[in-house]
């Protein structure tokens, strides 16, 4: 059974940097496009950024590149998303979650078949 547990979320001030950890049980990462996926309060779940170790490939949404850099341990089956210069708009239950080969956009959530519990990211001072 696949498992993901999401870790590293909290309160920052605006231009300040969080880590969040996605550990992953069940699966060795390369089985899956292991993505980073967040929901802020009155809106819909958008993908920020997502990994494929098999094929080594990265991507981001416009509004986190520079900003954010997605990377993994292979030998802890783990994935990481490091935000740094974080601003308000960042603020938003962060969740990761797997998907299998699909014909899907990494950054829709339809395309994610396993997921995380969440973590909160709150910007602010």
């Given amino acids: 059974q696949v498992q993901l547990v999401e870790s590293g979320g909290g309160l920052v001030q605006p231009g300040g940097s969080l880590k ?5 049980s069940g699966g060795t990462l ?4 292991i993505g980073w996926l967040r929901q802020a309060p009155g809106k819909e779940r958008e993908g920020v950024s997502c990994i494929n170790t098999s094929a080594n490939n990265t991507y981001y ?3 986190v590149k520079g900003r954010f850099t997605i990377s993994s ?7 990481y998303l490091q935000m740094n210069n ?3 708009e960042d603020t938003a239950v962060y969740y990761c979650a797997a ?3 699909s ?3 990494w950054s829709s959530p ?4 396993h997921w995380g519990q969440g973590t909160q990211v709150t910007v602010s001072s």
Avoid: E, M, Q
């Fill in 20 to 24: 969040l950890s996605c550990a992953v």
């Fill in 73 to 79: 341990d292979n030998a802890k089956n783990t994935v």
């Fill in 30 to 33: 390369g089985r899956f496009t």
């Fill in 61 to 63: 949404i416009d509004s």
């Fill in 103 to 105: 014909g899907l956009s």
């Fill in 110 to 113: 339809a395309a994610y078949y």
């Fill in 86 to 88: 974080l601003k308000p």
């Fill in 99 to 101: 998907a299998y080969p």
